[in-house]
């Protein structure tokens, strides 16, 4: 074992009841392939050695991929290296079909390790993901909801987001400060048509002057009146009153002002 390190965000998962309960929920199926993001010390990475799946454990942090190596050995593939380094293409090439996303993943990465899963979302069948329980909610929240934001809308635009359950700071070593929650992200098989990379900055500008009304935001990204104006919304409203498609109607309807 091995002291964790602050600067990797490092709460190891205690609870062995928390633990076969994230694998019940994964509902694994004979031939699997599973990507374990941060195995650490190995806690869930025993239980999942037991199950009849192909499984590679991604760490940043030397010591545990040592430790992996010695403990679990050749019953897992073991890769040191920042996660959001890792090309998920390549792990889906060389298991030969879509990759079932697992692990406790570090509060400071949350955002930036959504956003890789997102990107990857063609080698992706779902995930099931610890995280802080304040973004946990902010997945789910629906529109008019304080929680409500840039996570919430593209978590839902890509995936089937649920919260699953709660997680105690207690369960973890060292204790964290606030609680966690364990989320399945099961990605859609098929997206409504947009741009996305328009999509991204329509609802990134928009929120970024959350306090303001959605002309605001879209001035931002240097639409002029002329174009603003051509569009059947009400610009008065705030980003947090539109739903995942109506963001989706707003920039399809930017879209076709543009490139008409």
């Not at 940043?60 to 090309?87: C, W």
């Not at 809308?153 to 606030?178: I, R």
Request: with cysteine; glycine share 4%; hydrophobic share 40%.
């Amino acid at each position: 074992m091995y002291r964790p390190r602050k600067s990797l965000g490092q709460n190891f998962l205690q609870d062995e009841n928390i633990l076969r309960k994230i694998i019940d929920y994964l509902h694994l199926q004979n031939g699997d392939a599973v990507v374990e993001i941060g195995p650490g010390q190995g806690a869930l990475t025993k239980h999942l050695i037991l199950q009849p799946v192909t499984l590679i454990g991604i760490d940043i942090d030397e010591r545990a991929i040592a430790l992996l190596r010695e403990t679990i050995g050749e019953k897992a593939i073991f890769i040191q290296a920042d996660v959001l380094d890792v090309d998920l293409k390549k792990l889906f090439d060389k298991c030969g079909k879509k990759l079932r996303i697992i692990g406790n993943i570090p509060y400071y990465l949350t955002s930036e390790i959504l956003f890789w899963l997102f990107d990857a979302r063609k080698y992706i069948t779902d995930a099931v993901i610890m995280m802080q329980l304040e973004v946990a909610r902010r997945l789910i929240a629906p529109p008019k909801n304080k929680e409500y934001g840039i996570l919430s809308v593209f978590a839902q635009f890509y995936t089937e987001c649920e919260l699953l359950f709660k997680v105690s700071k207690n369960c973890f070593y060292p204790k964290p400060e606030v609680d966690s929650a364990v989320v399945h992200l099961n990605f859609k098989k098929t997206l409504p048509h947009v741009d996305e990379k328009m999509l991204r900055s329509v609802v990134r500008a928009t929120f970024g002057k959350r306090r303001k009304t959605l002309r605001n935001g879209l001035k931002s990204l240097d639409y002029e009146d002329t174009v603003l104006d051509r569009l059947p919304f009400d610009l008065k409203k705030r980003p947090e009153e539109l739903s995942v498609n109506e963001f989706v109607e707003l920039t399809e309807s930017i879209r076709k002002i543009l490139y008409a």
